[in-house]
DNA sequence: AACTCGGGGCA
DNA sequence: TGCCCAGAGTT
């Protein structure tokens, strides 16, 4: 298992690879941005940036989607998966945002996680960006990549990965070292064929060395 | 713990 | 054409 420094070291690695890892996902005032997340769950940032400018141009602040029409706002996400589910979680949350929090989006992941459609993932995501708050969100890719490197035991569930991913890296190094693996994720270590021969971290992941040796 | 939503991306 | 995916809610 790898050890704090030697996982830090691996964090670099990735982040020479990848100097410009950060979301994609458009930036915008911390309520669409949260939203922006919502939809982000199983499917690209470009597919959601693609459909948001009109999304958020139709509805522009909480109270304009807390009294929209589901089938319209479906409309507008048609493209994504999931987007019934969407849908429903988009409106639903803005009617708990104004009757919970007076319409602005809070800044503890306890109170994001009591908002449908947020769920621990996105809690983290917009703490970090939007707040600046350290957060370590752990999603597939994080997931993966922390397996095949060791820095989790392999069978960890996503609560233990992000308690161990939290303890083995500086709080300073969580958000960036988030970025740093959905990228590694994405273009590097994917899921079904990783680039382990042309992988710099190969010679630390027993993983890739089964998977060369092959 | 397993099931469901679902069009996109990619082999 | 088939398989998996930058999750979360429900049972």
């Not at 048609?78 to 708990?96: D, M, P």
């Not at 449908?116 to 994080?142: N, S």
């Not at 991913?165 to 988030?178: A, S």
Request: aromatic fraction near 8%; proline fraction near 6%.
């Amino acid at each position: 298992m790898l050890n704090s420094e030697e996982t830090v070291k691996a964090l670099n690695v990735m982040g020479e690879v990848f100097p410009n890892a950060t979301t994609s996902l458009t930036k915008t005032d911390p309520f669409h941005f949260m939203l922006s997340v919502i939809l982000s769950a199983q499917a690209t940032d470009k597919a959601v940036n693609l459909v948001t400018p009109a999304l958020f141009e139709r509805y522009k602040t909480p109270v304009d989607l807390a009294n929209a029409s589901l089938p319209e706002v479906e409309s507008y996400i048609k493209t994504l998966g999931l987007y019934r589910n969407k849908a429903r979680f988009l409106v639903k949350c803005s009617q708990e945002l104004l009757e919970r929090f007076n319409g602005v989006v809070p800044k503890t992941r306890k109170e994001l996680m009591s908002l449908t459609g947020v769920g621990r993932k996105t809690a983290d995501v917009v703490l970090a960006e939007c707040f600046g708050i350290p957060a370590f969100a752990v999603d597939t890719h994080v997931s993966r990549v922390a397996k095949r490197l060791a820095i989790v035991p392999p069978e960890s569930d996503v609560l233990t990965i992000e308690k161990i991913l939290m303890r083995k890296v500086p709080k300073d190094l969580w958000i960036k070292g988030h970025h740093r693996m959905i990228f590694w994720g994405r273009y590097q270590c994917m899921a079904r064929n990783p680039k382990c021969e042309t992988c710099p971290l190969l010679d630390i992941c027993q993983e890739g060395q089964i998977r060369v040796m092959r």
